[in-house]
């Protein structure tokens, strides 16, 4: 069938909506009506280039929700209107050392994941634009009114929640949620700093409010983000991570951060050399923000990080395990702890995807949402 989807044609590029064909579910797959999609940051990295993909013409969106309109033969446990959230960093085998270890989300098979072909069949495609193959963005294409994927990378909600703001749990509350949670070893009491108060950093704001911890600093240039963060918990703010650093030191006894998690939008050596700056011995630096893949040379002293015995730890999706944290965060919204109708600031048709990457440049949502089906 044809299908609307946002694509880019090629690198650097902007996402442009065209009339794609999108195949039919094979057998462990469904095609899915998509209802929303979270314009996440990744996305515009791979429109920039910054992060390379294995096929172009390219399309993207790996957070979203949808329904359940064909499923593939030979497809247990699906029906056709069953309401999903997409989890882009699945599918995964659920049999290597990874998914045996409840770490699904650095499943050897979910290496390719940025080939834009079947995890399970190199080469196979599901999209095709004037009959060449398109890549899917994680396996899953969001920016799609409908999009055909593997079952396994997707996690069926109930239907009485609100299908569009779930749409934001595959990537944007789980990475930031889980940069505190489970990946910073902050206790309560402690003093945490978010450096980049975007869709990602807001929600590490929710994660270390979740975990008790004392004083919650947030940084970002722009002070719409910092009134947001007020609102969702943090108690300090600033502009610039030399200021939040400085404050961390003045509470602590000149000790610094017990934990800093980078969130920026395009994070460069130079943002985890100045991040580095703020923990305390023992602190952990959680590295969130992705720019240019290849980027190296922060500066990291040597001498200061073994002899101060810190830790620099890295994150895919906030080391949340979807079949088990996406349940969860679910309860944690339903119970009023998690707020996720408040992380949305605009709602935008997918011929405005272009236009919603530079809102988001331009610091004006905390996060956008594609509202497919746009009245
Ligand atoms: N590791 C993962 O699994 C994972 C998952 C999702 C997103 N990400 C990455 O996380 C990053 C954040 O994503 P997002 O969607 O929240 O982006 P975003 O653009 O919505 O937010 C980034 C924020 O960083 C702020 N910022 C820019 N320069 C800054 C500076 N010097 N100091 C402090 N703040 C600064 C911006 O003002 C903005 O508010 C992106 O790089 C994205 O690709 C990583
Ligand atoms: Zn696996
Ligand atoms: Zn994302």
Redesign the pocket.
């Given at each position: 069938m044809q299908t609307r989807s946002a694509i880019v044609h090629s690198v650097p590029g902007k996402y442009e909506v065209v009339d794609l064909e999108l195949e039919e579910p094979r057998q462990g797959e469904l095609m899915v009506e998509v209802a929303a999609a979270g314009?996440?940051?990744?996305d515009?990295?791979v429109a920039t280039g910054d992060?390379p993909v294995g096929k172009y013409p390219w399309c993207g969106g790996h957070e979203g929700s949808g329904v359940v309109v064909q499923v593939g033969p030979n497809t247990p446990g699906w029906r056709e209107g069953d309401h999903l959230v997409f989890s882009p960093?699945g599918p995964f085998c659920g049999r290597c050392r990874w998914c045996a270890s409840g770490y699904s989300t650095l499943c050897d098979s979910a290496a390719n994941l940025l080939d834009g072909d079947r995890w399970d069949e190199p080469g196979s495609f599901r999209m095709t634009l004037d009959g060449q193959p398109v890549g899917q963005m994680c396996g899953v294409s969001t920016f799609s009114a409908h999009t055909t994927v593997a079952a396994e990378a997707c996690l069926k909600v109930d239907d009485d929640l609100p299908l569009d703001v779930l749409g934001i749990l595959g990537?944007?509350v789980g990475?930031?949620w889980g940069s505190v949670v489970n990946c910073s070893g902050a206790r309560p009491g402690d003093t945490v700093i978010i450096?980049?108060?975007?869709?990602?950093?807001?929600n590490a704001v929710q994660g270390a409010k979740h975990i008790s911890a004392g004083t919650i600093i947030a940084?970002?240039?722009?002070a719409f983000?910092l009134r947001k963060a007020r609102e969702f918990g943090a108690t300090h703010t600033f502009a610039?991570?030399e200021e939040a650093g400085e404050f961390a030191r003045s509470v602590t006894g000149g000790h610094g951060a017990d934990a800093t998690i980078v969130?920026?939008?395009?994070?460069t050596p130079e943002?985890v050399s100045?991040a580095y700056t703020t923990i305390r011995k023992m602190g952990t630096l959680v590295l969130?923000?992705?720019?240019d893949l290849s980027a190296a040379g922060a500066r990291i002293p040597l001498g200061d990080l073994i002899l101060g015995q810190k830790r620099i730890q890295?994150?895919?999706?906030?080391a949340c395990s979807p079949g088990r944290d996406i349940p969860r965060q679910i309860q944690m919204y339903r119970d009023g702890v998690l707020k996720l109708d408040e992380l949305i600031t605009t709602r935008y048709p997918l011929d405005d995807v272009a236009r919603a990457y530079e809102d988001?440049?331009a610091?004006k949502?905390?996060?956008g949402l594609v509202v497919h089906n746009w009245a």
């Open positions: 314009l996440c940051h990744t515009d990295h992060m960093t990537c944007c990475t930031g450096m980049g108060i975007g869709g990602i950093g807001i940084v970002d240039p722009v983000k610039s991570i969130t920026v939008g395009v994070t943002h100045q969130t923000g992705l720019g890295g994150n895919i999706y906030g988001m440049h610091g949502n905390l996060r």
